[in-house]
């Protein structure tokens, strides 16, 4: 059964040929989408979906089944630089950071966060579009919590969480154009940003490479810097030091605390 929804209402001034009849009435434009079995989705997310999907995968690990080109360690590398912004020393059961997981998948972050002892320091929420993939995370996690939503077009409250984590979400086209994923992650990372207290992290694949492939989303630092700056904000961290051929961007909203001692004589 399909629903159809409707979002992005904005005053709409007609040509002088389409007047409204009725004096002192303000048309909207309305752009509607289609919610089937109780999920949405785009047609830019939906040219993605048949990278990530999940089935009955009987052998294999998980990145096997998910056909992620990725060695464990790779992954926990990632997580630890888009993670490394947040002190967990701060944080603890009774105060635990409110991390939102975009992209969740099967929540592999919180097998990460459980293998590094930081699990019980965490307030979980993991977002994803992919029914199959969020039925697989809440019967492995089944405390903790998984939404299905666009956050484009479904954005979460003000300051609702600490931080958010995207990872490996803007790193494949498959599909799509290169304008496509630039306004997919451009769009993505805007309404996650008023949602968060400290800041977000994504990743995405790096321009300085020996070659390009045309299936991957090589975005250009200072592309990034410059969004960043307009939308979000200026306090930005590039990360390209930890061996993969991608950039982790770390985007605060307050700038690093300034711990050195500076000299008397100065």
């Known amino acids: 059964m399909a629903t159809v929804c409707w979002s992005a209402i904005k005053p709409f001034v007609p040509e002088p040929s389409h007047r409204t009849p009725w004096p002192g009435v303000t048309l909207y434009r309305v752009r509607t989408y289609v919610k089937n079995e109780d999920q949405l989705m785009r047609k830019d997310v939906e040219r993605l979906s048949d990278l990530y999907s999940w089935g009955d995968a009987a052998i294999g690990s998980d990145l096997d089944a998910l056909g992620w080109p990725a060695k464990p360690s790779d992954l926990a590398a990632r997580y630890a630089i888009l993670l490394s912004p947040v002190d967990?020393?701060?944080?603890?059961?009774?105060?635990?950071?409110?991390?939102?997981?975009?992209?969740?998948?099967?929540?592999?972050l919180l097998e990460y966060l459980a293998a590094n002892s930081l699990l019980d320091r965490v307030d979980y929420t993991g977002v994803d579009l992919l029914d199959s993939m969020l039925k697989e995370a809440r019967r492995r996690w089944p405390r903790y919590r998984f939404d299905q939503r666009?956050?484009?077009?479904?954005?979460?409250?003000?300051?609702?969480?600490?931080?958010?984590?995207?990872?490996?979400?803007?790193?494949?086209?498959?599909?799509?154009?290169?304008?496509e994923m630039r306004a997919f992650a451009q769009d993505t990372l805007k309404a996650v940003w008023p949602s968060v207290k400290l800041?977000?992290?994504f990743n995405s694949m790096s321009?300085?490479?020996?070659?390009?492939?045309?299936?991957?989303?090589?975005?250009?630092?200072?592309?990034?810097?410059?969004?960043?700056?307009?939308?979000?904000?200026?306090?930005?961290?590039?990360r390209l030091d930890y061996g993969l051929w991608e950039a982790a961007t770390l985007v605060r909203k307050e700038p690093l605390p300034r711990l050195s001692k500076v000299p008397l004589n100065w």
């Open 150 to 179: 666009d956050i484009r077009d479904e954005p979460y409250d003000k300051v609702k969480f600490d931080y958010c984590i995207v990872c490996g979400v803007f790193t494949v086209k498959d599909g799509n154009t290169y304008h």
């Open 207 to 238: 321009k300085h490479v020996d070659w390009e492939r045309d299936d991957l989303f090589h975005w250009p630092l200072d592309e990034i810097m410059a969004f960043c700056k307009r939308d979000l904000g200026r306090h930005v961290t590039f």
């Open 199 to 201: 800041g977000l992290a």
């Open 88 to 108: 967990f020393s701060d944080y603890s059961k009774d105060k635990p950071l409110r991390l939102l997981d975009v992209g969740c998948g099967l929540g592999l």
